[in-house]
């Protein structure tokens, strides 16, 4: 089966004049063309639930017929089926086009039922490069997808780059992507907004088609070989990380059209993913080269320090704020608060999410991904190992769990510093529990991660009390003391009773059964 690598980019509009300014594409006069696609699919959009893309494309007076297949999809890097070929406009021949009798059955069968759903019409300007032992088509694209449904016509823009590994190693078509994004210049500190792209053409177009609206996406289900070596099972988990990351980066940078907050859940989401792809770092780090986890854990911590206020002070305005409204019955106040107490909330909030987005934005976090990407994947793997990942998997939780219960000993001693320091522990034993799960008895770890879960929850619900004195007690002075003094008297009163739940949450961690016996 042909199979298409490449590596999709997008690129910020004020940085293509430097972009087309880089040694590597103003060394040559770029191919210029004009590409107008059709996608086709049946009225159920038959084709898009498995995944595959029918297209035609129209460059000058030739037409191509184009069938693409689900693949995978890491760092902007995809791999995937690709059959192409020249055809007459309207005839989908698709047993002579692709050698997989299975599928060309497949879309024979629905052949007669592909309708028009949505176009792409962009200027292509291509480059032919040889780097790094690989030769790699790179492509720049700027147009639009239109398409038409019973709401009306809508459009979007494409500014998008995309790199085709021709022939060569991986590595090279990675290596050329940071080097383009490096700029013209070849600095970090003058490097371009050139991130990672999750989405095709394609799936933006079905999107904009059927009007759907960005969603968070949680972890997906980790399955591991168990003959595995575990940098291979590093690997699995890393680029996993990094899927869910860059899943809910694009809702972390959305803003309204009113200057709205995005879905709390992208930047919750995305903060997760951080402490997965950290805790990860962290678990596999005794078979990664030497300090291979100190730098990128500390790289995804910058990160993850950036998204957190935005995510205090969601927690804040949805869980906290909603108890003290003026119909909360433990509001002793007739009248709401002030107006000036409201709007300085709402801006620590919106300002927040302002830092967050430019986290995920600038050319430094293009890098960051690029880079991490390129380590993941060129790390070396013993050509011949012994490895038994199941009982490495054992041997490390179970040391991992035993000083979990230590901890847990004190909690009820603990300050609120250290009940955090407990929840963290608790969620890099769940974490590294999910990871390592498929080659764990099933049975056993479903009722482990059930108790951790549980555990975590309370630490949580500490953890947020505390965290939210500490944003009151940023209120200016003089802006609102009445009610600032009552939350903070409220909120003593929420810790002090979910404090008693401390010596059950210590009995329950002692207890929690261990998923490897």
Known sequence: MPQETELKLELHPE????????????????RRERLFNTYFDTSTLALRAQRMAVRERRVGRRTLLTVKTAGTSVGGLSRRGEWEAACRPGQFDFAALVDDEALAQQLTRVAWQLVPVFRTDFTRRSWQLRHGGAVVEVALDAGAITTGNAQGNHRQGILEMELELLSGPVDALL????????????????????????????????????GERLRPLKAAELTLDASWHPVQAFQAAALSCLTHLQANEAGVRQRGADGATPDPEFVHQARVALRRLRTGLRLFRPHLPPRFATHWAGEWKALAAELGPARDWDVFATERLPQWGPDAHEVPHTAAPSQALVNWLVEQRRAAHQRAAEAVSRSAHALRLLAFTRAVLALPVPATHTADLAGWACTTLRARHAALRQEARRAQRMGAEGRHQLRIALKKLRYAQSFLASVLPPRRRARSAAMLADAQELLGQLNDLSTAQSLLARVPAGLADGWVAHWQADLAQQLDAALLALPGLERALLRTPTPWR
């Not at 940085?15 to 770029?30: M, V």
């Not at 970090?188 to 799936?203: C, D, G, I, M, V």
């Open 15 to 30: 940085d293509l004049p430097r972009l087309l300014a880089h040694p590597l594409l103003s060394a040559q006069p770029p």
């Open 175 to 210: 290596d050329l992507a940071h080097t383009l994004a490096l700029g013209p210049q070849g600095r970090a500190s003058s490097a371009l907004r050139l991130l990672p792209a999750q989405q095709s053409k394609a799936e933006r177009g079905y999107a904009l088609f059927t």
